[in-house]
Every structure is written in structure tokens, then in C-alpha cells.
């Protein structure tokens, strides 16, 4: 999909995707709200729901073409299980939270909202401001989501503005802190099916480009396009598994 419309952001898809069909295919409920914060990821997203039926063959073949339902980044109010048009990171937590406190004033019980961030959108005040918020008003149908691959637009997270490690900093809130593998289904399986008391952060280690030797680990690969060489060996890779 990603090649065939010559659009990057693979790295960041690759990284989080294992966690997005685990979301969905075992934990989210339809009263449930899923925020992408981390919108340059929503190729997995699409996928994701593509595999649940939700979207076609022909949805995911417009990707990023003209008058298609699927943007590079995810649109408003397109598809009903997308929410928010995100894209413009440091919002999706504050989004998230909002939805968990319009839940309670519902008085709805059940319904839970996940909100999956990058690693680099905590170097934005917004997503501070907004964790403060959720503990300040003790969310626990909140689950937050860390697709800690170490690396942004320009370079590792630690290069940029570090507050490595960042898991340390957020263990002085009311909140339940976790630090996982973010490609062992079984391990976040686990996690996320503990009974939740309080607002819960699992900050999952990934690796960017997960699954494409080419470019596992790559800065490049958060903005570039594959080439044919990368594709090519890609698909060379999956017939030798």
C-alpha cells in the first residue's frame, strides 16, 4: 500500500502495528474510542481494519489517492471507527482524555478509551497538560500507549530533547506504568488484560521498520518511501519465512 502510492511514514507503521491489530482484534469493544495520536502511523490503522472487514481491497488500493477515504493521515469523521483527524502530533492524548471524562459524566461504566502515541510527541507540553488532566480527574478507562521506537522526524529521541528514560518521569503520577515488548502479542496480551484501577501507560519497545531488515532501525524510514530494492527484498523475506 505504502509503495504503491510512493508515501512514507512505513517505520512508524511497522513499529506500531502488532499493537494496533492486537487492540482491535481482542480488546476493543464497539462503545470502545481508539485515538491514533501518532497519525503518520495510520497505514496500520487501515490495515487493521481491513482485516477486520471493516474496510475493502479497493479502500486500501486508494491510499493516498485522489478522492480516497484514506489520507495519509487519518480524516475526520470518514470511517466510524476513526474518531479525530490526527496527524499534528502532542493532540491525541488530549482527545483521548476528553472522551474518558465524557464516558464517566455519561455514566458509562464499561466503554474504554486507548489513546497510542509516538515516543517523541512527550517532548510537547500538550501531551503533559493532558496526562495532568487525566490523573488530576483519575481516568482508569484510560489506556495509554507508547510506541517507543527511540526515533522522530531528525534523529533518536535521546538527540533531540531526551528525557530517557522516559517511563522514570511518569512514574511520579497516579498511574499504573508498564515497559514491554511491543512485538510479543503475549506479553501485551497480558498487560492489557490486568484489571485496571487507575490510568494505565504501556510504553512499548519497538523497533522502527520492524520486519523489514532494509530499514529496521532507520531514522530514514520515518519519512521516506520504500524503494523498489527495499520492496523487493521485502517480499523475498516473507516467501522465505
Known amino acids: 500500500m505504502h509503495y504503491e502510492s510512493g508515501v512514507g511514514h512505513i517505520g512508524g507503521n511497522l513499529s506500531s502495528i502488532d499493537a494496533i491489530m492486537l487492540l482491535f482484534h481482542d480488546f476493543i469493544k464497539k462503545t470502545d474510542i481508539f485515538v491514533l495520536s501518532k497519525g503518520h502511523s495510520a497505514g496500520a490503522l487501515y490495515v487493521t481494519l481491513w482485516s477486520l472487514g471493516i474496510l475493502s481491497d479497493g479502500d486500501l488500493k486508494s491510499f493516498h489517492r485522489e478522492d480516497t477515504l484514506l489520507p495519509g493521515h487519518p480524516p475526520a469523521m470518514a470511517i466510524p471507527e476513526i474518531k479525530f483527524a490526527t496527524g499534528s502530533l502532542g493532540h491525541g492524548l488530549s482527545l483521548a482524555s476528553g472522551c474518558a471524562l465524557g464516558f464517566r459524566l455519561k455514566n458509562d461504566i464499561t466503554s474504554k478509551v486507548y489513546c497510542l502515541t509516538s515516543d517523541g510527541e512527550w517532548q510537547e507540553g500538550s501531551t503533559w497538560e493532558a496526562l495532568i488532566f487525566a490523573c488530576h480527574h483519575k481516568l482508569k478507562n484510560l489506556t495509554i500507549l507508547v510506541d517507543h521506537n527511540n526515533l522522530q522526524g531528525f534523529g533518536t529521541t535521546q538527540d533531540i530533547a531526551s528525557m530517557y528514560p522516559l517511563w522514570e518521569k511518569i512514574k511520579g503520577f497516579d498511574i499504573d506504568v508498564k515497559v514491554i515488548d511491543g512485538h510479543d502479542m503475549d506479553v501485551m496480551r497480558e498487560v492489557l488484560s490486568e484489571k485496571q484501577e487507575k490510568i494505565k501507560i504501556i510504553f512499548l519497545k519497538t ?4 520486519g523489514l531488515k532494509l530499514i529496521e532501525g532507520r531514522m530514514d524510514s520515518h519519512y ?18
Open 207 to 210: 523497533i522502527k521498520g520492524h
Open 224 to 241: 521516506l518511501p520504500l524503494n523498489k530494492k527495499q520492496y523487493d527484498n521485502y517480499l523475498q523475506e516473507q516467501d522465505a519465512l
